[in-house]
T-cell receptor, first 116, second 113 residues
Framework: KAGVTQTPRYLIKTRGQQVTLSCSPI?????VSWYQQTPGQGLQFLFE???????NKGNFPGRFSGRQFSNSRSEMNVSTLELGDSALYLC?????FGLGGLDEQYFGPGTRLTVT | AQTVTQSQPEMSVQEAETVTLSCTYD???????LFWYKQPPSRQMILVIR??????QNATENRFSVNFQKAAKSFSLKISDSQLGDTAMYFC??????????FGKGTRLSVIA
């Protein structure tokens, strides 16, 4: 069974641009979560989608948005990029939503975004 | 809001020795779940072990075990017979169940030959 895939793996953008990252969950998984990982702040939750609906949202500005498609693939978009948006963006999928500790989250390899 | 604290930014251990990574958390909930995740240099995060708060028995997965002290809100990870492949960042995480994972800042573990 293929794991969680994220594209692209590396991305370099300039300030003010916008970017879209993609995540394909494990086949059959319907929940997708996004995290931002930086050396200073660690891992911070962005949002979680289940069955095309956003179920949870982290404390990030409105420049960060996401969506989930009917095939459970998810995208996140960051508009008007800032230098501080440079980070590793991780996507995780799980079978269902709400089972918390009973339902393991499987992480993708991440997308390394560099904003110059 | 729940918080997770890992007080050891870096640790090292000799191959075949035992090492313990610390984690404390703050919550007013009675039912919740705790995890240890491993992130090797290749970056893919994988689940090492999980603990349900309602279970008194400490979880064990092969060489990995936890010491869960609910009253003290402590959740440490013990790695026995350390191997070079255990070199990674280790993250402690918490969830109430239907809430996102809250991660600690991580502990960088180096296993030395």
């Amino acid at each position: 069974k293929a794991g969680v895939t994220q594209t692209p793996r590396y991305l370099i953008k300039t300030r003010g641009q916008q970017v879209t990252l993609s995540c394909s969950p494990i086949s059959g998984h319907r929940s997708v979560s996004w995290y931002q990982q930086t050396p200073g702040q660690g891992l911070q939750f962005l949002f979680e989608y289940f069955s095309e609906t956003q179920r949870n949202k982290g404390n990030f500005p409105g420049r960060f948005s996401g969506r989930q498609f009917s095939n459970s693939r998810s995208e996140m978009n960051v508009s008007t990029l800032e230098l501080g948006d440079s980070a590793l963006y991780l996507c995780a999928s799980s079978l269902v939503f709400g089972l918390g500790g009973l339902d393991e989250q499987y992480f993708g390899p991440g997308t390394r975004l560099t904003v110059t | 809001a729940q918080t997770v604290t890992q007080s050891q930014p870096e640790m090292s251990v000799q191959e075949a020795e035992t090492v313990t990574l610390s984690c404390t958390y703050d919550t007013s909930e009675n039912n919740y779940y705790l995890f240890w995740y491993k992130q090797p240099p290749s970056r893919q995060m994988i689940l090492v072990i999980r603990q349900e708060a309602y279970k008194q028995q400490n979880a064990t997965e092969n060489r990995f075990s936890v010491n869960f002290q609910k009253a003290a809100k402590s959740f440490s990870l013990k790695i026995s017979d350390s191997q070079l492949g255990d070199t990674a960042m280790y993250f402690c995480a918490f969830t109430r169940g239907n809430t996102p994972l809250v991660f600690g800042k991580g502990t960088r573990l180096s296993v030395i030959a």
